[in-house]
């Protein structure tokens, strides 16, 4: 029985960032490219008619930013998964993509190897901000103050992990690198979630950066 590829629209202003994305996943046997678009509006037109299980699209979009197209995508079409790709980024745009429901956000600058642990982990419903992404929201975040009330609802070892959780680390590795067990370690992810009132990783990580808590 042949198993169900994800079916993947592209949509870029860029015929040939378009071409060069198509040609690094034509050989995955479990992805298929549906459709390949210069245009968001006439992505939601295509998405009106045709089933697709991911959606990369260019954030920097002439007639409609990638912003924007996902957030008609997530209120029209709330199965599609959302991959926002870019050239540069400025981290107070991860506010923006956060709230418009975005699934993933990677950089154009990545392998071909990246892009598709990209498209598979949001395919199962988590969160991908590319490495590169992820490392500089830390950063930026590093010398804040952290004067807030909420700083203190974390304790030093929450925030700790908080970063690694941010970080994408599992809780194996998590528990390899602050040498504590695999149990702890998810202790402690559970009161970060409840003190934080948060459920997912994407939420859990808007919540530290409207706070300042990393």
């Known amino acids: 029985m042949t198993a169900t590829k994800l079916k993947i629209l592209i949509v870029d202003d860029h015929q040939i960032l378009i071409d060069g994305i198509e040609a690094m996943l034509q050989d995955v046997d479990n992805f298929e490219v549906v459709g390949k678009l210069l245009d968001g509006k006439i992505a939601l037109s295509y998405l009106a008619h045709n089933p697709v299980d ?33 050239v540069s980024y400025d981290v ?52 804040r103050n952290d004067s807030e009330e909420e700083t203190y609802r974390l304790t030093d070892r929450e925030i700790e992990i908080l970063k690694l959780i941010a970080q994408e680390f599992s809780n194996a590795d998590i528990a390899k690198q602050l040498y504590i067990s695999e149990r702890t370690v998810e202790t402690h992810r559970k009161n970060i979630y409840r003190k934080t009132n948060t459920k997912t990783i994407v939420g859990l990580i808007k919540y530290a950066v409207e706070r300042k808590l990393i």
Request: negative net charge; without cysteine.
């Open 92 to 143: 107070s745009i991860v506010h923006d993509l956060m709230d418009a429901g975005i699934s993933g956000f990677i950089l154009k600058t990545i392998g071909r190897g990246e892009l598709i642990e990209a498209i598979n982990e949001v395919s199962k419903g988590n969160v991908y901000f590319s490495r590169e992404v992820s490392n500089e929201i830390l950063r930026s975040l590093a010398n």
């Open 54 to 86: 991911i959606l990369l699209t260019d954030l920097y979009m002439p007639k409609m930013t990638g912003i924007e197209l996902t957030q008609r995508v997530k209120k029209e079409f709330p199965e599609v998964k959302v991959l926002a790709l870019s």
